[in-house]
């Protein structure tokens, strides 16, 4: 652990680091000062060394000197502060744009100009937070799909949210910024060298706000174009093969162990792994109404979400497969043996609802 | 209790009070009000510390051990309304119950019948805050500032006993200050002009204008979280209009006041000790009166500085770190004072004198880090880290708190008519001042490396500092028993003391009443010169 701020990689973290540590040293110069004086008095008018009273008590010289020293140290450090503020709130003349838009517990990534977005989710599992895995060395400071930017680049975020205030941080950056629910925020940062930087959620969001990191891994310009080119491919693509799976059909087995593994990653944060939820806070799927009702307003609730409680829309997030089997899954798991199963036209049959 | 009740048991015969449970229940006195406000709050401080300790147990090692993160915000939510509502305001009201009448030359407070109320219906409101955690869904998990829409679509069902139970304190606060206010300003003996307030006195009449400025503004903000929660509308919604920055707005325009509210009466109890035991002066008494008159101006100016990384236009977070640096001025002025009194005095380092030097100290650091935290640019890298949970319990705990106690120290003799233990109270001192510093210190390392605050977990870089932090925490938590066995000792045990125990002391509860002092502080109205 570093002790101290560290000056990061862009040209604004540093000089927030300059900033930050000309405070500093001011602040300790007058500590220093302040306290001397007061040590010097605690050692030598004390009464035990027969110290007598002084009957001094009000000099109007020394108090203005008092007052305008410390306004004329504020005035210096103003300036530098107002300078370095003024740079960090002008996000103009970006050369690309990402919007940033947090939920709970996630972070979404949309490259503006480009056919591609995904989610980052947090991938250290439970079993480590829990103590019965060994943790990485990133624990909780890793995601499944890292934001990757370029370096030298000049890059807008624009900021928001699908629930509560998050707050988007990345320290080596020196960029946090609240994504507000229905608003929309800007910050901008250039990096200047490549590498992974990490970051976590800054804001009170919930039960899971420890648990929503920030990777971004910056890349050489050439590196960063193929990348997004892949990424572009392999998002169409991905976006193509969810057409052929309308006609597809899955098998229990199948459904139920895919469904599985969504539910643990996707759903058990807040239903619990056993589908009991918690009381009061996330409802339970076992034996609950909608779980085992009627389909389509099971799908519903699961692809829009619950407008205005924590159950928020999976329908972008998750794949037709992933929703099929998510939703066949809690059907038919603790027993909830409804043995309905959910295929992917059925999910898309519902969204085509909603439209 | 029982140990007062017999401590004031011989000047009830005169009165006809009634005896027993129902003497403190039906109580006027401004006395016994002070001593149950007194009692209240160091019962709400170890409540709510035991909550601190369920936080820092949790946060001993990486991982997730003892609780689940919900019950975690749980506990620091209410481990936090209860610190700054429960704990710290209770015992400056407790002071000026007692304190007040008998610096100005009273018999008692102005409204005595609504004092009686006043700290009456702050049990149920703790009462309730704290049965809540027990309600299915458990009780508030958004933080002490709870932001919406935190606080109002994704909150639990106790939400309402939340709303409730800061009603109910804000109400509370507001009939102390008119209390105050009204005592201080109708029942000063002759010849205590203005002027002559001792600074305690001076402090408490301006937190109680702030008080009465702000308790409103929270009382709307929680209803309005509460009619959108439960009612359909929409102030912080934007899918209906709202804003939930808006929220922020109005809660820091409370809120930062409130935070002064917490540091203004300190300020008046170090102006009385640093004197007494300086035998000296206090240097620059009117500074000192405007410097708290200015600090609690400026404080309604800057309540967006806590709002920098909401994303305000450039303009306005230029306006809100000048004005914040600002404070820093009157600030730094009473610490002046405050140096310039001990210089060439003749000092003796007594309990309260300990706790009071360190109050400056501490203080001072708490200001410093303020300051930084003032920087706006280099703020959003502070903001909503352990930085800020470092400084604000350099002021709270050292500030606030240790001025509390040394309040505690210095009138004790007064109270009870009996010395404390010196020794046990220079013990509670130096145990109080070490792990006070091993606990909070390192937290501004946890939040410059980047660590948020209200995390049930973190990464494993923070792992050693954490449990250095969680071992200073309770050391700190265990220290404060000595405190009670102090008190407990000196109510039963101690030695009778003199009207005036303290050499340097100056004042009309020293100089114009017997300890203890009477039941009824001033039955005729002393002279002042
Ligand atoms: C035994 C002493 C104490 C310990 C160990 C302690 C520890 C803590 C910790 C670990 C937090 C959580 C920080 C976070 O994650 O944001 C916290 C929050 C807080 N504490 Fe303390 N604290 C102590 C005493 C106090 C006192 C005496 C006060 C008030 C006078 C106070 C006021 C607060 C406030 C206002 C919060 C913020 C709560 C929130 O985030 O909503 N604490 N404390
Ligand atoms: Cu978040």
């Known amino acids: 652990m570093s002790f101290n701020l560290r000056p990061g990689v862009t040209a604004i973290s540093e000089q927030v680091y300059d900033l930050h540590m000309t405070i500093f040293y001011i602040c300790c110069v007058i500590g220093i000062l302040v306290f001397s004086a007061m040590f010097w008095a605690i050692f030598h008018h004390r009464k035990s060394k027969g110290a007598v009273p002084a009957q001094f008590h009000e ?132 990096i200047d060298k490549p590498g992974i930087y990490r970051g976590q959620c800054a804001e009170l969001c919930g039960k899971d706000h420890g648990f929503m990191p920030i990777v971004v891994i910056a890349k050489p310009e050439d590196e960063y174009a193929s990348w997004l080119a892949e990424q572009e491919a392999a998002y169409l693509a991905k976006q193509a093969a969810e057409q052929e799976l309308v006609a597809m059909t899955m098998d229990q087995a199948e459904l139920m162990e895919l469904g599985e593994k969504v539910y643990l990653k996707s759903c058990a944060a807040c239903h619990q792994p056993n589908g009991e939820g918690l009381p009061g806070v996330f409802p339970a799927l076992k ?49 909830n043996d409804t043995g309905d199963l959910v295929q992917a036209k059925d999910v898309v049959a519902v969204q085509n609802a909603a439209q | 209790m029982s140990t007062m009740s017999e401590l004031h048991a011989e000047h009830e015969e005169h009165h006809h009070a009634p005896r027993g449970l129902m003497r403190w229940v039906l109580t006027t006195n401004h006395k016994d009000i002070g001593s149950m406000y007194l009692w209240f709050s160091f019962t709400m401080f170890i409540v709510g510390g035991a909550m601190a300790m369920v936080i820092r147990a949790e946060l001993f090692q990486p ?104 009603h109910i304190m804000g109400i ?33 009449f301006i937190t109680a204008f702030l008080l009465i400025a702000v308790m409103p503004v929270l009382a709307g903000a929680v209803t309005m979280v509460l009619t959108d929660k439960y009612f359909g509308t929409s ?59 200015s600090i609690a101006g400026l404080s309604f100016l800057v309540w967006a500085h806590h709002m920098f990384t909401t994303g305000m236009p450039v303009q306005a977070e230029l306006f809100f770190m000048y004005c914040t640096m600002l404070i820093s001025v009157p600030t730094g002025v009473k610490v002046f004072n405050w140096v310039a009194t001990m210089w060439r005095g003749s000092i003796t380092f007594e309990t309260p004198m300990l706790f009071a030097i360190a109050f400056i100290v501490l203080f001072t650091i708490g200001g ?129 003391a003199p009207a005036k125990p303290w050499e340097g002391s100056e004042g009309l509860e020293w100089d114009a009443l017997p300890s203890p002092a009477p039941y009824h502080s001033f039955s005729t109205p002393p002279e002042v010169k």
């Open chain 1, 59 to 190: 000099s109007t010289k020394v108090e203005i000197i008092w007052t305008i020293i410390p306004f004329l140290i504020l005035i210096g450090m103003a300036i530098p502060a107002t300078k370095t503020l003024l740079a960090m709130e002008d996000p103009s003349d970006a050369d690309l744009t990402i919007q940033v838009t947090g939920s709970q517990w996630k972070w979404h990534y949309k490259y503006f100009e480009h056919d591609l977005e995904f989610y980052s989710v947090l991938a250290s599992d439970m079993e480590q937070v829990k103590g019965k895995l060994k943790k990485r060395d990133n624990y909780l400071l890793e995601v499944d799909h890292p934001l990757v930017l370029p370096v030298g680049k000049k890059v807008r975020f624009l900021m928001t949210s699908e629930d509560v205030i998050h707050s988007w941080w990345v320290p080596d950056f020196a960029v946090k910024k609240d994504a507000n629910p229905g608003f929309i925020n800007e910050a901008w940062t250039r």
């Open chain 1, 287 to 335: 034996d609950s109404p909608i779980a085992t009702g009627a389909v389509s307003q099971h799908i519903d609730v699961v692809v829009n979400g619950v407008p205005g409680t924590a159950m928020q829309a999976f329908g972008k997030q998750l794949g037709l497969k992933e929703l099929a089997a998510v939703i066949s899954y809690e059907r038919n798991a603790w027993g």
């Open chain 2, 63 to 166: 991982g997730l051990q003892l609780v689940d993160p919900n019950f975690f915000n749980q506990m620091t939510t209410v481990h936090g309304l209860i610190m700054v509502f429960g704990a710290v305001m209770p015992a400056f009201t407790g002071l000026a119950n007692w304190l007040i009448p008998m610096m100005i030359g009273a018999p008692d407070m102005a409204l005595p019948r609504m004092n009686n109320w006043s700290f009456w219906i702050l049990p149920f409101a703790f009462s309730m805050l704290l049965a809540s955690l027990f309600m299915e869904g458990g009780g508030p998990n958004f933080g002490w500032t709870f932001y919406a829409p935190l606080s109002t679509k994704y909150s639990p069902d106790s939400t309402a006993l939340f709303v409730f139970a800061i």
């Open chain 2, 172 to 204: 509370s606060s507001i009939m102390g200050a008119i209390n105050v206010i009204v005592t201080i300003m109708n029942l000063r003996a002759p010849g205590m002009t203005y002027m002559k307030l001792p600074l305690f006195v001076w402090t408490w």
């Open chain 2, 235 to 293: 102030f912080f919604d934007a899918a209906g209009g709202g804003d939930p920055v808006l929220f922020q707005h109005i809660f820091w325009f409370f809120g930062h006041p409130e935070v002064y509210i917490m540091i203004l009466p300190s300020f008046g109890i170090i102006s009385a000790i640093i004197p007494a035991f300086s035998r000296k002066k206090l240097f620059g008494y009117s500074s000192m009166v405007y410097a708290t008159a």
């Open chain 2, 368 to 496: 410093f880090s303020g300051l930084m935290l003032a920087i706006t640019p280099v703020d959003f890298q502070y903001h909503d880290t352990y930085f800020v949970v470092a400084h604000f319990h350099y002021v709270l705990v050292t500030g606030a708190v240790f001025s509390i106690m040394a309040a505690a120290y210095y009138w004790l003799p007064k109270w009870t008519g009996k010395m404390y233990d010196e020794g046990l109270g220079r013990l509670h001192f130096w145990c109080s001042l070490i792990s006070v510093n091993v606990l909070f210190f390192p937290m501004h390392f946890l939040g410059l490396s980047g660590m948020p605050r209200r995390i049930p977990d973190y990464a494993l870089q923070f792992a050693d500092v954490n449990a250095i932090v969680s071992i200073g925490g309770f050391a700190f938590g265990l220290s404060q028993f000595i405190f009670l066995y102090m008190v407990i000792k000196c109510i039963r045990s101690g030695e009778p």
